[in-house]
């Protein structure tokens, strides 16, 4: 198994487990972005994050970030 499959298979479980969960997105500007993980797709191009919050959802490019945090809930 090549590193980079690794590394992806990883991420996925990662996401796969923070659904439904609040999460913390600081994207390549430093921007938080607070919400629920609703969905992602690491197939698409790009790879997007859907986050929803109060008021609306936001359809993240997962080339637009440098980090997401699940808090321990």
Do not use: W
Not at 12 to 38: C, F, M, N, W
Not at 47 to 63: G, H, S
């Amino acid at each position: 198994m090549s590193q980079q499959f690794k590394r992806i298979t990883m991420f996925r479980l990662y996401l796969h487990q923070s659904l439904d969960k609040e999460i913390e997105v600081i994207t390549a500007r430093g921007e938080p972005i607070y919400g629920k993980l609703i969905g992602y797709s690491l197939d698409s191009d790009p790879p997007v994050i859907i986050i929803e919050n109060i008021r609306e959802r936001y359809f993240i490019n997962l080339r637009q970030v440098e980090r997401i945090r699940c808090p321990i809930q």
